[in-house]
């Protein structure tokens, strides 16, 4: 990695799994909001999963989109690096988490047995920063946690489906953010089209359990809710996420704070798009603006 990258980004509070690649982990604001006895993420109401016990992580920063609602900094992004083998990720995790969360062990907020528990992690969630699918071992990398015993999130653009078709995650997410073609080219700036990408990933989602995320932008792709629901139908993937876009860290520089939506706005369009498919809302979560939809059985 450029050094000017990696000091910018550790100052966000990436920790680096090796000096040479672009693998770390970053411990999100649930993660830390839970282990001082806070609110868990939306994860946690919809999943089961404990925010505190969340290892967030990606095995590289690469990425072949620039979607314009991504809270990621474009200006340090990673061109060339080595890639992390997946043995020394999964071998590194606990300790990279640790030296993340060092400084709470003598906060006030944090039970000596809440921190403990943040120490020994259940989950990971591969969906820091970054595509995952751009590096070259993540099916390796997969099984390689899912032999430690961890839970296994996958958060995918879905550009890859011949890599996303080798993974076996617990869950794998792939993100879906517009209706139609042309709108995701001007709302996600592929460096390549890979609209027929992101629908084949789609399709290899009905024999296992998965998601679809869609990031709603006021403005941009809060339209044709039955073209949605056309597209979620064909995925056959369990669970959809309706999220709104939030107007934070670097996305800031390029949406304005008036293209976030209310939840009431995603809640109906959640709404809309449950009359044209055999999804059903099971829950939501106000305060991250979402909507979780399961397939009805």
């Known amino acids: 990695m450029r050094s000017e990258a990696c000091k910018a980004l550790k100052k966000q509070g990436y920790q680096f799994i090796s000096p040479d690649s672009s693998?770390?982990?970053k411990p999100c604001m649930w993660n830390k909001r839970a282990l001082k006895g806070g609110?868990?993420?939306y994860k946690a109401q919809f999943y089961g999963i404990e925010s505190h016990r969340c290892?967030?992580?990606t095995p590289t920063l690469r990425c072949n989109q620039?979607?314009?609602f991504c809270w990621r900094s474009f200006e340090h992004e990673v061109v060339e690096e080595e890639e992390c083998p997946p043995d020394v990720i999964v071998a590194n995790l606990r300790r990279v988490q640790k030296k993340a969360l060092s400084g709470y062990k003598v906060s006030p907020y944090v039970a000596p047995e809440q921190f403990a528990e943040a120490l020994d992690p259940t989950m990971v969630a591969i969906s820091l920063s970054g595509e995952p699918t751009c590096y070259s071992r993540l099916p390796e990398l997969v099984d390689g946690l899912n032999g430690e015993g961890y839970t296994t999130f996958l958060v995918s653009n879905g550009t890859r489906p011949?890599?996303?078709?080798?993974?076996?995650p617990y869950q794998t997410y792939v993100s879906l953010d517009a209706p139609?073609?042309?709108t995701y080219l001007s709302l996600c700036r592929p460096k390549e089209d890979y609209w027929d990408c992101i629908q084949e990933s789609l399709a290899g989602l009905r024999d296992r359990r998965s998601a679809i995320r869609t990031t709603v932008v006021r403005g941009y792709n809060d339209f044709s809710p039955e073209r949605y629901a056309a597209i979620y139908q064909d995925s056959g993937a369990r669970f959809v996420e309706v999220k709104g876009y939030m107007y934070l860290g670097y996305s800031r520089n390029r949406l304005q704070r008036t293209q976030m939506p209310e939840h009431r706005e995603v809640r109906a369009f959640s709404e809309l798009i449950a009359k044209h498919?055999?999804?059903?809302?099971r829950d939501e979560s106000p305060v991250s603006r979402v909507?979780?939809?399961?397939?009805d059985v």
């Open 277 to 281: 498919c055999d999804y059903s809302i």
């Open 55 to 57: 290892v967030q992580m």
């Open 180 to 182: 139609d073609r042309e």
């Open 66 to 68: 620039q979607c314009l």
């Open 291 to 295: 909507v979780c939809l399961e397939r």
């Open 39 to 41: 609110e868990m993420c």
């Open 162 to 168: 011949d890599v996303l078709a080798r993974c076996r």
């Open 23 to 25: 693998a770390a982990v």
